[in-house]
């Protein structure tokens, strides 16, 4: 069944850089776009963005533009965020949602299972 | 960008009891309007897609009804595996965005 699965937790130092990844199976990886969503401790969800798997264009929502990056490496069928220059308030749950249908933005199915990023000195 | 608002913000019920949901959005967003559950520890799940399509394996019991600005999910006979939180999502406009979210806790 298709399915996400992202990297494990990580616990930066603040300045620090991380990159999650998140590995699609079982569908065709470049016909559907990846988003991802930030959810902090205790608090809502958050869309950050999402990039085409096809053309690897990314889009960023506005709070989420400069030390945020979407890439892709479709000889393995992963999708990446990168965040630089690390803040405490980045402490948060960052989850990559496919879009449900292909080739068109959509509604956000299936999931990964999310990856605590931790940023404390 | 389009602000949902739902509410209550926590619906406090008993097994088998009916829950309504409500999602207001502050400008119309036609029928682009679909509905996740979230358990603590997991990640969300898709319920409901452009109003009232339930997604994949999610039973009868789960509807949703509205259009424009006011939308409702309603589950007709909560089981116990229900509790959980519920999220209203956008996706007329960019950027998307969700509503913050009602806690359906057990009495």
């Known amino acids: 069944q298709v399915q996400l699965v992202q990297s494990g937790s990580e616990l930066k130092k603040p300045g620090a850089s991380v990159k999650v990844s998140c590995k699609a199976s079982a569908y065709t990886f470049s016909n559907y776009g990846m988003n991802w969503v930030r959810q902090a401790p205790g608090q809502g969800l958050e869309w950050m963005g999402r990039?085409?798997?096809?053309?690897?264009?990314?889009t960023y929502a506005q709070g989420f533009t400069g030390r945020f990056v979407f890439s892709l490496d479709t000889s393995v069928n992963t999708a990446y965020l990168q965040i630089s220059s690390l803040k405490a308030e980045d402490t948060a749950v960052y989850y990559c949602?496919?879009?449900?249908?292909?080739?068109?933005?959509?509604?956000?199915?299936?999931w990964g299972q999310g990856t605590l990023v931790t940023v404390s000195s | 960008e389009i602000v949902l608002t739902q509410s209550p913000a926590t619906l406090s019920l008993s097994p088998g009891e009916r829950a309504t949901l409500s999602c207001r959005a502050s400008?119309?967003?036609?029928?682009?309007l679909a509905w996740y559950q979230q358990k603590p520890g997991q990640a969300p799940r898709l319920l409901i897609y452009?109003?009232?399509n339930r997604a994949t394996g999610i039973p009868a019991r789960f509807s949703g009804s509205g259009s424009g600005t006011d939308f409702t999910l309603t589950i007709s006979s909560l089981e116990p595996e229900d509790f959980a939180l519920y999220y209203c999502?956008?996706?007329?406009?960019?950027?998307?965005?969700f509503g913050q979210g009602t806690k359906v806790e057990i009495k």
């Open positions: 949602a496919r879009d449900r249908d292909a080739m068109i933005p959509n509604w956000f199915g299936p």
């Open positions: 990039i085409n798997t096809h053309t690897g264009n990314p």
């Open positions: 452009d109003v009232s």
């Open positions: 400008e119309s967003i036609s029928t682009y």
């Open positions: 999502q956008q996706r007329n406009n960019w950027p998307r965005t």
